[in-house]
């Protein structure tokens, strides 16, 4: 289990569900509460300016970390899959991959997610 007091985020965890009629993606939305982020935030200077180049690492704690439906309601935790997105800070960020880290037994002890 992670401490307590390292869970101080609370992120978006956005799901594609498909595209509306208009051809924009729509996504499933949960809330995730106690968690971490780790940011690395910058930009990269190129020859046709500035670019974000926004990093971060989300750890979810298997005991802790709250799960949060759009109606606010406590849900199961959702599995975090490469091509979701996570809004946290006012930053978008596409999930790149998922690690699961264990400790004894064969359940996870908390997940850590790449983000871009």
Known sequence: MISGNLLIHTV???KPTGFDRDRNETYEEYAIEKV???ADIGRT???EGETPND???LYVDAAQS???SADGGETEAVEITAGDMVEWNGRKFA????????AKGSDAHH???ALK
């Open 12 to 14: 978006t965890l956005k």
């Open 111 to 113: 997940w850590e997610v």
């Open 95 to 102: 999930v790149q991959s998922v690690r699961h880290c264990y």
């Open 36 to 38: 971490r982020v780790e």
């Open 66 to 68: 709250v799960f949060k």
């Open 55 to 57: 990093t971060a690492t």
């Open 45 to 47: 200077r190129g020859s």
